[in-house]
T-cell receptor, first 113, second 116 residues
């Protein structure tokens, strides 16, 4: 059964800092990995999707990497802003018999002005 | 991009009543939709997979008689919480899979259910 772990659970940084969020998964048989943002009481906003054949994806100040063989992904946020404060969720779409999206528990990010 | 809507966005109901939540794919036909539940400060947990025209597949520990799922058309799936209790209070999120990009899911904005 796929398990997804996110470290740290919470992170607080001053505005302007670059930061890295970590995601690890136990089963490397995946189709893709996706990073989401969730604001309090809101739904999910998809940030980046990395196919299993890709190593990284970039969108603006965000860069996500994928090392499928080691079961790891990172989300890099450059020049953080208070508006980046949210919970960031990593989700893996497994290609095994389950074929479902498994979510990590999230990293709650606070960017202090 | 593909859009998924949910209705209502929030609902308050009394214990013992039933409440229905709708999930719609607005610009694509979704043969498969998913229902998740999220408790405060926790991640999303898959409750069931809804397939158009057939019975839903429930995850272990999810009562199928309590959480009724109907996927009668390619753009609509409904989740009915029957005989709701305060412990059913949660954030319910649906997602839909576009057959053209089948490995990607599109998420609705969620429905906050509070049972008093």
């Amino acid at each position: 059964k796929q398990e997804v772990t996110q470290i740290p659970a919470a992170l607080s940084v001053p505005e302007g800092e670059n930061l890295v969020l970590n995601c690890s998964f136990t089963d490397s048989a995946i189709y893709n990995l996706q990073w989401f943002r969730q604001d309090p009481g809101k739904g999910l906003t998809s940030l980046l999707l990395i196919q299993s054949s890709q190593r990284e994806q970039t969108s603006g100040r965000l860069n996500a990497s994928l090392d499928k063989s080691s079961g790891r992904s990172t989300l890099y946020i450059a020049a953080s802003q208070p508006g980046d404060s949210a919970t960031y969720l990593c989700a893996v779409f497994s290609s095994g018999s389950a074929r479902q999206l498994t979510f990590g528990s999230g990293t709650q990010l606070t960017v202090l002005p | 991009g593909a859009v998924v809507s949910q209705h209502p966005s929030w609902v308050i109901c009394k214990s013992g009543t039933s409440v229905k939540i709708e999930c719609r794919s607005l610009d694509f036909q979704a043969t498969t939709m998913f229902w998740y539940r999220q408790f405060p400060k926790q991640s999303l947990m898959l409750m069931a997979t809804s397939n158009e025209g057939s019975k839903a597949t429930y995850e272990q520990g999810v009562e199928k008689d309590k959480f009724l799922i109907n996927h009668a058309s390619l753009t609509l799936s409904t989740l009915t919480v029957t005989s709701a209790h305060p412990e059913d209070s949660s954030f319910y999120i649906c997602s839909a899979r576009d057959p053209d990009t089948w490995a990607e899911q599109y998420f609705g904005p969620g429905t906050r259910l509070t049972v008093t």
